[in-house]
C-alpha cells in the first residue's frame, strides 16, 4: 500500500473540503432543527457527496479523454485551482462565499432542505473537491489507485460527518477565533500542496525535474 500517496491524498482532501470551516455553516443551515432532523440532513448531504465525487473520480479521466484535455494539463490547471482556493481561504474569502452561499439556501423558502443545496454542491462536492478527485486517481492509475482514493475520500466524509453531528460543540470550542486560525494553517498546507501538483504536470511534460 502506497502510504504517502494515502496521506497525500487524505491531507490534500481534508483542506480542500475543510470540514472544520463547514461545522459552523452547517449549524446556520439547520438552525432551529430538531436533532434527528439535523442527523438526517448532516447524513443525505454526506452521501449524496460521496456518490458526486465517486463519479467524477470514476469517470472524470476519460471524460477529460473525451474533450481532448491531457491529465498533465489538468493536473497543472487543478493546482492553479487549489491554490486560488488556498488563497480564498488565507484571506477569508473563501469562508464568506460561503456564507453566502448558506444565506441564499437560507432566504429560499423552496430550500427547506439544506442537504442537496448547498451542504452537498458546492460546500462538500465543490469544484476544487471535484478538481482533486481526478487529480488524484489520474496520479495513480488503475483499480487499485481509484479505491485508495475512493477509500480516502470517504473517511474524509467521514470526518465531515462527524463534526456535523458535533458541530454545536466544536462552534462553542473553538470559537470564532480558533476557526480562523485553523482556516489560516489550512490554507498555507493547500498553498504548498497545489504548488506540488502543478509541478508534477510539468514534470510530465519535461519542463521540471
Known amino acids: 500500500m502506497d502510504t504517502a500517496f494515502l496521506i497525500t491524498a487524505f491531507v490534500t482532501l481534508f483542506v480542500v473540503i475543510d470540514p472544520i470551516g463547514l461545522a459552523p455553516l452547517f449549524v446556520a443551515l439547520t438552525?432551529?432543527?430538531?436533532?434527528?432532523?439535523?442527523r438526517a440532513i448532516a447524513l443525505r448531504a454526506c452521501v449524496i457527496a460521496v456518490v458526486i465525487l465517486a463519479a467524477f473520480g470514476l469517470f472524470g479521466e476519460a471524460l477529460l479523454g473525451f474533450v481532448g484535455i491531457s491529465m498533465p494539463a489538468f493536473r497543472i490547471a487543478g493546482g492553479?485551482?487549489?491554490?486560488?482556493?488556498?488563497?480564498?481561504?488565507?484571506?477569508?474569502?473563501?469562508?464568506?462565499?460561503?456564507q453566502d452561499n448558506a444565506g441564499e439556501a437560507t432566504a429560499d423558502v423552496d430550500h427547506d432542505d439544506p442537504s442537496v443545496f448547498p451542504l452537498a454542491i458546492p460546500l462538500i462536492a465543490g469544484p476544487g473537491a471535484i478538481a482533486t478527485m481526478i487529480l488524484l486517481t489520474g496520479q495513480k492509475p488503475g483499480v487499485e489507485g481509484f479505491f485508495l482514493a475512493m477509500g480516502v475520500m470517504v473517511a474524509v466524509i467521514c470526518v465531515v460527518l462527524s463534526l456535523f453531528l458535533a458541530s454545536g460543540l466544536i462552534e462553542r470550542a473553538l470559537g470564532g477565533t480558533g476557526i480562523v486560525v485553523v482556516t489560516r494553517l489550512l490554507g498555507m498546507l493547500l498553498a504548498a500542496l497545489s504548488v506540488q501538483f502543478v509541478l508534477d504536470g510539468l514534470t510530465a511534460y519535461g519542463f521540471a525535474g
Open 31 to 38: 438552525q432551529g432543527m430538531q436533532a434527528r432532523a439535523r
Open 80 to 98: 492553479l485551482l487549489l491554490f486560488l482556493t488556498a488563497l480564498d481561504m488565507l484571506f477569508e474569502r473563501r469562508t464568506k462565499r460561503r
